[in-house]
């Protein structure tokens, strides 16, 4: 069984940054790849990163680029969102998801708990 939780969430200012952690159950990150949704209050959830499992490209909504740095940590079984300069737009619950796909596929089947992004002044 696949479990995920996040963290790292909060209030900051805008031009501010934070980092997410998605910590996974053990050796999800061999098979599975990680990614980084987001839903804003009145919004339509949206992908904002993914990670594969093993080498190859990583994603980034087009808002986001720039900006924000999908990473892993394979030995930590955890995968990280750096958040910079953010933006009052990029407010919402954070989820991390896993496809049942080791490449980037917009379909999740694990998800975690989410957690709350806030930015403004």
């Known amino acids: 069984q696949v479990q995920l939780v996040e963290s790292g969430g909060g209030l900051v200012q805008p031009g501010g940054s934070l980092r997410l952690s998605c910590a996974a159950s053990?050796?999800?990150?061999?098979?599975?790849?990680i990614g980084w949704l987001r839903q804003a209050p009145g919004k339509k959830r949206e992908r904002v990163s993914c990670?594969?499992?093993?080498?190859?490209?990583?994603y980034y909504t087009d808002s986001v680029k720039g900006r924000f740095t999908i990473s892993r940590d394979v030995a930590k079984n955890t995968v990280y969102l750096q958040m910079n300069n953010l933006k009052p737009e990029d407010t919402g619950i954070y989820y991390c998801?896993?496809?049942?796909?080791?490449?980037?596929?917009?379909?999740?089947?694990?998800w975690g708990q989410g957690i709350q992004v806030t930015v403004s002044s």
């Open positions: 990670i594969p499992s093993s080498d190859g490209s990583t």
């Open positions: 998801a896993a496809p049942a796909s080791s490449l980037c596929v917009d379909s999740y089947l694990y």
């Open positions: 053990e050796r999800t990150l061999d098979y599975y790849a």
